[in-house]
């Protein structure tokens, strides 16, 4: 199945926030159109909400996405990472910011699949329990290309109840017509 560009993007459609079964449309494909960007369905979807999407905002003023993880301790990583010492893991987090790096590029209508390129730098400080009521992932675009390559490079913030946990420099994300020689 090849990619089109959808006929309306999201972005021109003036859409800011998504909920949970919109993000699950955008897992099964019918948020961005057949062969474009779409989300992990779960276990592997790592976030119930997009609160915010910009392509003007963020600390580089070429845009903002904020998305938010309700966490309660039945959530499927607690009960095998570790057992007696259940902790989100690390990678999951990090995966979440890809995740949405590429929502991003699908929102603003460009076409192809998401594939994670790459990071800069990855800290983490903090540990999500599941004591923790919610996790807040912030994704400030930096740069972005929209020409026959399709990229968006952002760094991400993830915290949880408030409290700042992960950092990433660098996310690397692009969208790809056809993915089968890559």
């Known amino acids: 199945m090849t990619s089109a560009p959808p006929t309306t993007s999201q972005r021109e459609l003036g859409r800011h926030a998504y909920s949970r079964e919109e993000l699950l449309a955008c897992g099964r494909g019918e948020l961005f159109g057949p062969g474009n960007a779409r989300l992990p369905l779960p276990n592997m979807l790592m ?42 893991p690390g990678c999951l987090g990090l995966d979440a910011m890809w995740q949405l790096v590429g929502f991003w590029l699908g929102w603003r209508g460009n076409p192809g699949r998401g594939r994670a390129l790459g990071s800069g730098e990855v800290k983490f400080f903090g ?36 409290r700042e946990i992960y950092t990433a420099t660098d996310l690397k994300v692009g969208l790809f017509t056809s993915t089968q020689d890559f």
């Open 47 to 88: 976030m119930d909400r997009i609160v915010r999407i910009d392509d003007t905002g963020g600390n580089h003023g070429k845009g903002l996405i904020e998305a938010e993880l309700d966490i309660n301790p039945d959530l499927w990583f607690f009960g095998c990472h570790f057992e007696g010492d259940p902790v989100m």
């Open 127 to 162: 540990q999500v329990l599941p004591t923790a009521q919610k996790v807040t992932y912030r994704l400030h675009l930096k740069r972005v290309i929209e020409r026959k390559l399709v990229m968006g490079i952002a760094d991400g913030q993830m915290f949880v109840d408030g």
